[in-house]
């Protein structure tokens, strides 16, 4: 299995943005995504849902003096169509893992408040997505928490909900995508929100700006 190190990322990065290969952009939860490893976009049916083509990513929250957009609602669990192997290189997450737990009356408290459930669409030709509402409301629960380190590595299996915290920044990770499946990802938004679907991840920032953020943050 491959190793990722600082070394390793700031070489693959210098790689990236010399080929200019890279489709650099912002997360609507407020983090860089960067393109390591491209793969032909054919390689899979659903390749234009959340993986834009690529099977290998850079991820940076918090890049030291650097502000980066976000969408105007909090709405971080989510599910992916692929399976998730993630190494952090500079910082500490901590990673939440929840069971979505479908029903109206269930659990409506400000302790366990009521979702709604979101199917992410996304567009043939990018990696922007736009939230559609399924009409299904629950709630969650939070069955397992536990903290990653730098040089440890972590799985997220496909279809399950989770979300990501940063416990130290800046945070760098590069997330693998084991395998991809065919299916839909759904996000969690509170009942009382309507989620925002303006937020276009390509255009949310300059790129020099993004460019400057990363190396900002694995110098």
């Known amino acids: 299995m491959q190793q990722y190190d600082l070394k390793w990322v ?32 054919t390689w899979h049916a659903s390749h234009h849902k959340g993986h834009s083509g690529a099977n290998l990513r850079l991820h940076i929250w918090d890049p030291p003096g650097f502000k980066l957009p976000r969408q105007e609602t909090v709405n971080e669990i989510h599910t992916h169509v ?5 190494t952090v290189v500079i910082g500490r997450l901590t990673q939440r893992c929840y069971a979505f737990v479908v029903g109206k009356e269930y659990r409506d408290t400000k302790e366990h408040p009521q979702f709604m459930l979101y199917k992410a669409v996304y567009g043939a030709e990018s990696a922007s997505s736009r939230l559609e509402n399924t009409g299904i409301i629950g709630t969650v629960e939070e069955h397992l928490t536990y903290p990653v380190y730098p040089g440890m590595t972590y799985n997220q ?16 990770t590069v997330m693998q995508k084991a395998e991809v499946h065919v299916g839909d990802a759904y996000v969690c938004v509170p009942v009382d929100i309507e989620p925002d679907n303006d937020f276009d991840r390509a255009t949310a920032a300059p790129e020099e700006y993004l460019w400057a953020a990363v190396k900002a943050a694995i110098l």
């Open 10 to 41: 700031r070489e693959a990065v210098g790689h990236v943005k010399a080929d200019d290969s890279g489709n650099i952009r912002v997360h609507p939860n407020g983090f860089i995504q960067l393109d390591l490893l491209p793969t032909e976009q």
């Open 82 to 86: 692929f399976d998730m192997r993630s």
């Open 157 to 172: 299996p496909a279809f399950t909900f989770h979300d990501t915290e940063v416990a130290r920044s800046p945070l760098v």
